[in-house]
């Protein structure tokens, strides 16, 4: 940091880009160009583009004040989406805040998976369990205006943080926020079209192996699966049969080598078929959907 704070020169947009892209390249960051360039626009109240077009621009004092601060967050590995307090997804903006697990590109495959399912559906009923920022929940009610979407949270926070997202994206009364465990809080009168999940499923002894951007500045909860990983999704597919509709599907987003595993674990309750796996864009099965035979269940003994 001394090199920026110090160097006597007329530092211009092209400039602190460049300096700063290298300093992060030396800090082993995965997008360097992109984080230096997110930050700067988000420091100069600007968009990325405009950076492009006025890379000859000199900086002023304030500005690389600001930017510098900016920077320093970044280089502890603090996430740029916490440090600029928003994230895309589905090419919308959420507000994220510390607390609150930060919407992953990868999981605009589950909301895929939820559209193609309730297509054909005149008014789906749907239940989402995590919503986390809402970025799910939110991108479904936006491309089917007709749902009734319940959204849950074990967090009180990310249930703030999710209501507020719906209200920015004009949503307000559309989207119904619950805190809650799963499905404990729900009457069994209560039959859903669709459960869909993006569930907590990293092992638990995998988590400190990870990221600091996800290890220091994530919430555990939304992230520790257990010891395989697969523990609150056990839960969940126990549950799932006492609120679907018979025919209904429940989606879950699984990570990389968990879909065979779950798959046994839907194939073991006898409660579900047509189990189906769907790839991201590299070919990893990362979202799993089945659909729902009999609901005259108790209990599994899955879980």
Not at 6 to 34: G, H, I, N, S
Not at 279 to 299: E, F, M, P, Y
């Amino acid at each position: 940091m001394e090199a920026y704070q110090d160097k006597p020169a007329r530092w211009t947009v092209k400039d602190v880009l460049q300096w700063t892209t290298d300093y992060f390249r030396k800090k082993d960051m995965e997008t360097p160009r992109l984080d230096a360039e997110v930050l700067l626009a988000h420091a100069l109240k600007v968009d990325r583009l405009r950076l492009y077009l006025d890379l000859e621009r000199p900086l002023t004092p304030q500005e690389r004040t600001v930017y510098r601060d900016l920077i320093r967050r970044r280089a502890s590995r603090e996430p740029v989406a916490l440090i600029i307090g928003v994230k895309e997804f589905w090419s919308l903006p959420f507000k994220v805040t510390r607390g609150v697990l930060i919407p992953r590109p990868d999981t605009e495959r589950l909301v895929e998976v939820v559209l193609d399912e309730i297509r054909e559906k005149p008014a789906p009923f749907i239940l989402e369990i995590g919503t986390g920022s809402g970025a799910v929940a939110v991108a479904i009610v936006k491309e089917c205006p007709m749902a009734k979407l319940v959204a849950t949270d074990l967090s009180r926070v990310a249930i703030a943080v999710a209501a507020a997202n719906a209200e920015t994206a004009g949503l307000r009364g559309s989207i119904e926020f619950v805190v809650a465990d799963l499905l404990e809080p729900f009457a069994k009168a209560a039959k859903f079209d669709v459960i869909c999940s993006n569930p907590p499923y990293i092992p638990s002894d995998v988590i400190p192996t990870l990221a600091p951007e996800i290890t220091c500045f994530e919430p555990r909860t939304a992230l520790d699966g257990g010891p395989d990983g697969l523990e609150v999704i056990r839960r969940l597919v126990d549950q799932t049969p006492l609120f679907l509709k018979e025919g209904g599907t429940l989606i879950i987003e699984v990570g990389e080598h968990q879909a065979e595993a779950v798959r046994e674990i839907m194939s073991r309750t006898g409660h579900f078929t047509d189990i189906q796996f769907f790839s991201d864009l590299t070919g990893k099965s990362r979202v799993v959907k089945a659909r729902l035979i009999s609901s005259g269940v108790q209990t599994s003994d899955s879980a």
